[in-house]
């Protein structure tokens, strides 16, 4: 899968979901490896396109303010 689509579809599905998700929910919504997932998530919170959020330890994905 190629880097561009791979971001496409995490930024869809951050879009579309109706809670707050985690890059393993992301990952398995995608039928995807987590590592994988994790890795483009990673480099798209550096980048501003998504923001990670915590909450009592657990660590959600949002969209970010650079999109």
Known sequence: MADD???A???EYVKNSRK???????ADG???E???VK???TEMVNDGTLEFESFGGATFIKLGTAE
Not at 20 to 26: E, F, L, N, P, Q
């Open 9 to 11: 579809k995490i930024i």
């Open 30 to 32: 995608l039928g995807l």
């Open 20 to 26: 707050k998700i985690g890059a393993r929910d992301i």
């Open 39 to 41: 890795k483009a998530i």
């Open 5 to 7: 689509e791979l971001r």
């Open 34 to 36: 987590h590592r994988v």
